[in-house]
């Protein structure tokens, strides 16, 4: 199994300049091959890799680049081209791959080569070919049967250097059980994030303040005049605030993800289109703040790992649909309980669509379909455990398995 693990990198001064000179040296080349691809259109990736030594030659700054993240540029561009012209044959308007500024490139690769990590007097190091050796903050140790891959520098637009270690470890996940007993749906949603068919609801985080300062420091951003030193300095106050943001909601979405995951042996999601939910018209911010993509992305690789079913179903008609009788009865969003004309079942919407979905995701693993017999009024929780994500966030997930503290 392919894991991806982060560490902050602590480079000295004249570090920090080589780091940047070749993030800069390899944005470069990216633009060359760019160039290259405009004017020729039988190009590959490889035949382009080809290149790569003669070009040194006469662009004498590659000898200082090692050969391996000189080739993952390569790739990189022609990665790009792939998924544009995916995304052209799946009905999306797209344009042309455009030459990378300073500001958009900042990451490089190495691959297979060019790198190890070091103990030097009882603190671990990065060492990279053609750059030195780089102290880290090692918060974390390594899988002990697990190989480096490859590894990415990347600076963030704090202006913090960040290594992003690839390994692969033995696919020795616990296998999954053939007759799962615990078995849960989530439906997710704005105010209450997921409301799951075992009566458990969590709020979504509450980010207000961070989202208040992000916007103040954006409103003193655009006072200053562009390229200004003062500019720079509120630049990075910006690039804070929104790191800020980022960090606390994928802490949540990680805990929440992990808690699903470890807790159950089957887990049912709606198969949502994130990025085509957010280009709706209308709420379409709430519904990027919600992230519900990398949730469900989440949920995905950690059910993987814990060896728990992971199943994504249609989520058509799931909040129409009665539970109960499978009826459909029209709803506006803003009626927030289900009421079925046909049988007189009654529940919360989110939580008659929680059952919908987790009787698709039977249906759709194991085989089991929705039986007229089903006695879902006698099964569904009358009460909501309605848990903060607060409490989420500052004592993780296995807040979930305790009576929550607020209104029930």
């Known amino acids: 199994m392919n894991y991806n693990y982060r560490y902050r990198l602590r480079p000295s001064d004249a570090l920090e300049k080589q780091l940047a000179w070749t993030v800069d040296t390899c944005r ?15 190009t590959s990736a490889y035949s382009e890799q080809k290149l790569l030594p003669s070009l040194k030659k006469w662009w004498n700054d590659l000898e200082s680049v090692h050969s391996k993240v000189l080739q993952k540029v390569v790739q990189r561009l022609y990665d790009n081209l792939s998924t544009l012209r995916g995304r052209k044959e799946n009905g999306h308007h797209v344009g042309t791959l455009n030459w990378k500024t300073p500001g958009e490139y900042r990451s490089f690769t190495y691959s297979q080569s060019g790198f190890k990590l070091k103990n030097t007097s009882g603190r671990t190091r990065l060492w990279l070919s053609k750059l030195g050796t780089i102290p880290l903050t090692f918060h974390r140790d390594l899988p002990d049967d697990a190989e480096i891959k490859t590894v990415t520098i990347k600076q963030e637009p704090t202006g913090e250097w960040y290594a992003i270690l690839g390994i692969e470890t033995p696919d020795d ?3 999954k059980p053939e007759n799962p007993e615990k078995c849960v749906g989530i439906d ?10 075992d009566g458990t609801a969590v709020e979504s985080p509450d980010l207000s303040v961070e989202r208040e300062q992000l916007e103040r420091a954006q409103q003193n951003l655009s006072r200053k005049v562009h390229g200004s030193a003062n500019w720079e300095k509120q630049r990075r106050v910006v690039a804070e605030r929104h790191a800020d943001l980022k960090r606390k909601r994928r802490d949540f979405l990680h805990k929440l993800a992990n808690y699903y995951a470890t807790e159950y042996d089957l887990v049912a999601v709606e198969d949502l289109d994130g990025k085509g939910l957010v280009e709706l018209p ?14 469900l992305w989440m949920l995905e690789y950690k059910c993987e790992r814990e060896g728990t079913h992971f199943v994504a179903v249609d989520p058509k008609d799931t909040t129409k649909e009665c539970a109960s009788c499978g009826v459909k009865t029209d709803k506006p969003l803003w009626v927030r309980e289900h009421s079925c004309p046909s049988c007189g079942f009654e529940a919360d919407r989110d939580a008659n ?3 919908n979905i987790l009787s698709r995701g039977i249906t759709k693993r194991l085989g089991a379909g929705h039986s007229e017999s089903t006695p879902v009024e006698t099964v569904l929780p009358v009460d909501t455990n309605s848990v903060s994500a607060k409490c989420v966030m500052e004592s993780g997930s296995p807040t979930l398995k305790r009576e929550p503290s607020g209104e029930r």
């Not at 997710?188 to 068919?197: A, C, P, Q, R, W």
């Not at 709420?283 to 519900?292: F, G, L, P």
Request: proline share 2%.
């Open 28 to 42: 470069q080349v990216y633009n060359h091959f760019l160039h290259r691809l405009n004017r020729n259109d039988d």
């Open 188 to 197: 997710v949603g704005i105010l209450k994030y997921v409301h799951d068919t």
């Open 173 to 175: 996940s616990p296998a």
């Open 353 to 355: 669509a929680a059952w």
């Open 282 to 295: 209308g709420n379409s911010r709430n519904r990027a703040d919600a992230a519900w993509g990398t949730f």
